[in-house]
């Protein structure tokens, strides 16, 4: 099954990747970090089609894909 | 089996960055990281960073770097390169450093041709100092020394750096690029290693100007901000290569004595 990680302690909550998932996987998790930050996560893991665009327009280098 | 298909590159530090919350500087700090990882020379590349909001810049490339007075980036380069021409030198710089201070600097390095590589990261406004009015800020657009907006009986225009280093017969590869969208990274990250290819090649002077977002002095979202990119900042800065090695003419070479006809 392809996904993402998020990691918690990078990610800033942008949401740059929730508008560039073409199929609506990730959403800002409700629950703020020890960042501060809500961070993204995945939603509806089973769309993820591991296509990486995501994780392209990450400012912090949060997400790893795998497939 | 599953695959790591997206991987953090060995190109950047594990250093935390701290930029604002959707702040172009991270994601351009990637492709240029991927880049000499993935053209072999991170071993042997030396990074300049500017004064800005990227002065940090050295703790987060994972290659020598050194941090350099404001705008001075291509002068340091320019003897980095000079002493050491086996090395990749690329001096990454934020408008303010690079066509306000450092406009001499960086004009003279590309008239000279040096061999190093700029990037240069246009988001239109002083990011670290708070958000004043940049060479490259939009007319109308507001800052905190333009609060009713850019006004060019006063301010004059924005400085397109691109088509103006490109009247210059040295530079070698001069080009355009965003990072808002997907697809438009992806042809970042093309520029940028075209770029550190020219000097690689011994070719001459490259530039990439980046297109880039800075919420936080826009006083916008990021997501507002990466719109503001897409519907402002590219329709004045068009995208695009401004010059290439391909195309590069040789000028005709002035006799050094005039003829003189004797009568
Ligand atoms: C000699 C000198 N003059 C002025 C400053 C103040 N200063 C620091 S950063 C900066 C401009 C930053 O803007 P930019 O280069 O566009 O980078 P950004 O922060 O937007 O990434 C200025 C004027 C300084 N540090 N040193
Ligand atoms: S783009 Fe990166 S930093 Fe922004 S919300 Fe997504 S994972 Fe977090
Ligand atoms: S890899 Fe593609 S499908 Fe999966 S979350 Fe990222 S953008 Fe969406
Ligand atoms: S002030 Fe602007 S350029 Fe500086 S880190 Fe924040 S968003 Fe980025």
Redesign the interface.
């Given at each position: 099954m392809p996904r993402i990680e998020v990691d918690v302690?990078?990610c800033?909550?942008?949401?740059?990747c929730v508008?560039?998932c073409p199929y609506k996987v990730i959403s800002l998790s409700g629950k703020f970090a020890h960042t501060g930050?809500y961070p993204a996560a995945m939603v509806q893991p089973e769309k993820c089609t591991?296509c990486?665009?995501c994780?392209?327009?990450?400012?912090?280098?949060a997400?790893?894909?795998?497939? | 089996m599953?695959?790591?298909?997206?991987?953090?590159?060995k190109g950047?530090t594990e250093v935390?960055?701290r930029?604002?919350?959707?702040?172009?500087?991270?994601?351009i700090?990637?492709l240029v990281a991927e880049a000499i990882e993935e053209l072999g020379v991170r071993k042997r590349t030396i990074g300049i960073a500017p004064v800005g909001c990227s002065v940090f810049a050295d703790e987060y490339f994972n290659c020598d770097m050194i941090q350099p007075a404001h705008g001075r980036g291509p002068a340091v380069a320019t003897g980095m390169k000079r002493v050491k021409p086996d090395c990749i030198v690329f001096s990454y710089q934020g408008d303010g450093d690079l066509a306000s201070i450092g406009m001499a600097e960086t004009v003279h390095a590309a008239a000279r041709g040096e061999r190093i590589t700029i990037i240069f990261v246009n988001n239109a406004i002083y990011g670290m100092t708070g958000g004043q009015m940049a060479p490259t800020t939009l007319v109308g657009m507001k800052s905190t020394t333009s609060p009713f907006g850019r006004d060019p009986r006063v301010a004059g225009y924005p400085i397109k750096v691109c088509e103006l280093l490109s009247t210059l017969e040295a530079p070698s590869y001069l080009a355009r690029v965003s990072?808002h969208?997907?697809a438009n990274?992806?042809k970042a990250k093309k520029a940028i290693k075209k770029a550190f290819q020219v000097q690689i090649d011994d070719l001459g002077f490259s530039l990439v100007e980046i297109l880039s977002q800075c919420?936080t002095d826009w006083f916008v979202?990021?997501?507002q901000a990466?719109e503001y990119v897409e519907k402002a900042m590219v329709p004045f800065y068009p995208l695009g290569e401004f010059k290439t090695p391909e195309g590069k003419k040789e000028p005709a070479k002035a006799e050094t004595k005039m003829a003189v006809e004797k009568g």
């Open positions: 302690n990078r800033k909550g942008c949401e740059l508008v560039a930050y591991g990486t665009l994780a392209l327009v990450c400012p912090d280098v997400i790893e894909v795998y497939k | 599953e695959k790591k298909v997206f991987s953090r590159t950047l935390f960055m930029y604002c919350p959707g702040c172009g500087h991270g994601v700090h990637r990072v969208k997907p990274v992806i919420p979202t990021p997501l990466v």
